[in-house]
């Protein structure tokens, strides 16, 4: 991989990883037209990266981590549970392009469906953690955005707009922590992909602005029109 793929890869990672369009897929399709093979590993060394943008811009977000955090923990146990018996599952689709627009159409189903909901109450409890926990599982496969079915499944169950933000990346930081953590032995930290790391880091720190702002002003389900134009260029391409 020369500098400038990872350079552009780390600039769709630190973007498609907080919009709900997906990371994983778009990172999929970039290597495939790069010639690359998909490799979660390094997906999952640019997650890193996006990982520190979430610690960095929930600083300020400590008193909600510790109100929920026996829902945080709740809400991980889904994901967990498929990340660990099903890794060599997850890895065998990634490796299968022709799946991505299935999975684009499922995200932009879900994100497009949040147009129609009506925010109720800033208050989770332990049924709706576990339940959005459930949506966030399918997130693991390539194409469908984490951000997008953690987002659309705290909205479908009444939470206000940014109670669904701040919950849904509250269960990316352990969810994320975790996968980084199951493939630990895969990660290279070569200095040659540092650039990449802080690219990756940056975008991902204004891509979660953009987020926040999208569903504060009502606008978040204009996603969805993206994933379904990306969904419909593959069908037609791959």
């Not at 390094?42 to 943008?53: G, M, Q, R």
Request: proline content about 4%.
């Amino acid at each position: 991989m020369t500098l400038i793929q990872s350079l552009i890869l780390a600039f769709i990672q630190g973007v498609t990883e907080f919009l709900p369009v997906s990371s994983s897929g778009h990172l999929n399709l970039v290597q495939h037209l790069f010639g690359l093979t998909p490799s979660l590993s390094f997906d999952i060394f640019l997650n890193t990266a996006t990982f520190l943008s979430v610690i960095i811009f929930f600083l300020t977000k400590i008193e909600f981590f510790k109100k929920n955090l026996l829902n945080i923990i709740v809400g991980t146990i889904p994901a967990t549970i498929v990340g660990v018996f099903f890794k060599d599952q997850i890895e065998v689709i990634f490796s299968n392009i022709k799946l991505l627009p299935f999975f684009f159409l499922f995200t932009s189903a879900f994100v497009f469906s949040t147009k129609f909901f009506k925010s109720k109450t800033d208050t989770i409890s332990i049924k709706q953690a576990f339940i959005i926990g459930l949506i966030q599982a399918f997130a693991i496969l390539p194409g469908i955005s984490r951000a997008g079915s953690t987002i659309f499944a705290g909205l479908l169950l009444g939470l206000n707009p940014v109670t669904a933000f701040n919950f849904s990346f509250s269960l990316f930081i352990p969810a994320s922590l975790g996968a980084i953590v199951l493939d630990y032995q895969n990660l290279s930290f070569n200095p040659q992909n540092l650039p990449a790391f802080i690219l990756a880091f940056l975008v991902g720190l204004v891509a979660l602005y953009l987020l926040k702002k999208s569903l504060v002003n009502n606008k978040f389900w204009l996603f969805s029109i993206y994933t379904a134009i990306l969904a419909i260029f593959l069908f037609l391409f791959l």
